[in-house]
């Protein structure tokens, strides 16, 4: 199971963190990937992270903006949003896959998906 949290209306130049809360999951090899789908646009990859080697993926649009970590204890994954633009408008999801799918393009075939947030980037 996986739900996420941490949506809202931000002016840009704002922060946000996304919280993907995971249960459930029996092994300990598997991929959390973060993405974003903004209104009559495809779903699109954001970040992956794979915890079997530690292995960080961004799409170029959020390298530097973007951070995406885990914490081991709490089974939370965050994605820490800085220098947010309008173009970051999106329903973001958190995903997951025990297969190695943190890779560029991040294929949107994984098996596991929370609810989705809302962010919301405008002054």
């Known amino acids: 199971q996986l739900v996420e949290s941490g949506g809202g209306l931000v002016p840009p130049g704002g922060s946000l963190r996304l919280s993907c809360a995971t249960s459930g999951f029996s092994a300990d090899y598997y991929v959390i990937g973060w993405f974003r789908q903004a209104p009559g646009k495809e779903r699109e990859g954001v970040s992956c992270?794979?915890?079997?080697?530690?292995?960080?993926y961004y799409r170029d649009s959020v390298k530097g903006r973007f951070t995406i970590s885990r914490d081991f204890a709490k089974n939370i994954v965050y994605l820490q949003m800085n220098n947010l633009k309008p173009e970051d408008t999106a329903v973001y999801y958190c995903?997951?896959?025990?297969?190695?799918?943190?890779?560029?393009?991040?294929?949107?075939?994984?098996?596991?998906w929370g609810q989705g947030t809302q962010v919301i980037v405008s002054s």
């Open positions: 992270f794979d915890t079997h080697d530690g292995h960080k």
């Open positions: 995903a997951a896959d025990y297969r190695p799918w943190c890779y560029d393009p991040m294929p949107r075939g994984y098996d596991y």
